[in-house]
């Protein structure tokens, strides 16, 4: 931690400058794919190549990762979590390994609480030495997160995608048996609104970072809500978007991943991105971001968007609170799709909790197209794990579609507030059905940007084609305060 806040001051104190340290300073990697490699990054081809190694890295890796995160170091408890038999593996390898995620996952958890104490605390604690905190934070959390590619020379073996925690249907019925009738009661708003505690200030890469935290209103989660919000400098009442992120995303936990939310806050948005059900702060056990999500089909999905929009309606009344700008909502990917949900069921909301305007990146027009039927679906075979769980195609398609949108009702911010971007060769939200519903909503065509490019080469251009960002602060810019 003084290692960073010293690297930090050397570098300030050059001949003629002062010493203002900021979060995330760009590093290397971001660079480059801000850079050149963003160019070759931004075409088809990266969509297949990350698809690839999605499938065949990083979610085994994964799975291991998160099987040794919660072994303590000791191979058979690894072993079982796989589960993999002893006599194919080289064990003295394993326990090397083990003992390097339990050091990182230990140092992570120390400077947590750390962070907690220094960010939401009672006791004062100096701008520079929050910057060296969060910095340091992110930098164990990282070093945590690469552990994973030590496990490697195990993909030899036939590794799990995902640990299937598959409920049978009556269990299923128990819980959302009632939403088939009406789906109201398991999106209302909290009453009364969970206390939200806001975090100490710090200089942020754009604007001004800090944290807000509260009490997840659903019982089905239990757990305490994060959220980074990103605030611009010298913008006053500005326009807030709650932004949801991606399946398995944890922009607060890796170096090098490009945000969205840099270009809206340059335009003077204050962007707040709370962490999705089961990702990053929220992560199960045993588990890796988003993979409670999949695993638990279809209480997965069922808990993950119920609980995530009662918590987006509390960001919604923490920002009415504090100012009058409009209040919108959006998302890539995942949080594409949870906002789309709440752009329905939020018209049953008290109209102060209703959002302005929505801005969707890469999103399906049915939550099955992408839960059941996507590129990820596929590989992660949900719908196979249903099966063996005693569950029918019919069964299934009962319960999914409580999460779509209506597509008989315009949102509840009208078709004229919606921009989104689209791209036609999008096989992990497929693209057809995500253009079927601007179709039928209506969204104006001004509004529409349809890219030749997938699911993943679509971000990669919005670094540089900014013409959706600034679409939607047109749009923002001519609503009511």
Known sequence: ????????????????????????????????????????????????????????????????WAAATVSRGIPERFLEEIPLLSASVDLNRIQGILFQVEAARAAAEAVDATWRNSFFGDTHV?????????????????????TRRQFRFLLKHSIPIISPQTPSPEEVAAVYGAALEDRTPFFRPPDPMPEVEVSRRVPGSVGTDYWLRFASPSS????????????????????????GHGICVEFDHWHGL???????????????????????????????????????????????????????????????????????????SLGALMSLL???????????????AMLLLTHSGHQQDALMRGALARVW?????????????????????ILDPDWNQVPVMGPEQVVSVLGSYDHVTPFDSGLDLLNTWRVPDENRFVWRRGHFSVPMTLIRNTAPLERFKTVVSRLPT
């Open 220 to 243: 089905r989660l239990g757990d305490t809500v994060y959220a980074h919000v990103h605030e611009p400098e010298g913008v006053r009442n500005p326009p807030t978007i709650i932004f």
């Open 381 to 401: 075979k949900a719908r196979e794990a249903m099966e063996a769980r005693g569950w029918t195609a019919e069964m299934a398609e009962r319960y999914l579609p």
């Open 258 to 332: 490009v945000d969205e939310v840099d270009g809206l806050c340059s335009m003077g948005f204050r962007v707040i991105r709370p962490e999705a059900p089961w990702h990053g702060r929220r992560r199960l056990p045993g588990h890796y971001s988003g993979e409670t999500i999949v695993s638990r089909t279809p209480f997965g999905p069922l808990d993950a968007f119920c609980g995530a929009l009662r918590e987006w309606s509390v960001l919604i009344h923490w920002a009415r609170q504090i100012g009058s700008g409009p209040i919108t909502i959006g998302g890539s």
């Open 126 to 146: 100096s701008p520079e030495a929050l910057v060296a905190i969060e910095t340091a934070r992110r930098d164990h959390h990282h070093t945590l997160n690469t």
């Open 1 to 64: 931690m003084l290692e960073a806040e010293s690297s930090q001051k050397k570098q300030a104190e050059l001949p003629g400058s002062e010493w203002h340290p900021r979060l995330r300073p760009e590093d290397a990697t971001e660079r480059r794919v801000r850079g050149a490699m963003g160019w070759l990054l931004a075409y088809p081809w990266f969509d297949r190549l990350s698809l690839w190694m999605l499938v065949r890295y990083f979610f085994p890796l994964s799975r291991l």
């Open 342 to 356: 709440c752009a329905d069921v939020a018209r049953d909301w008290p109209q102060a909790l209703r959002p302005q």
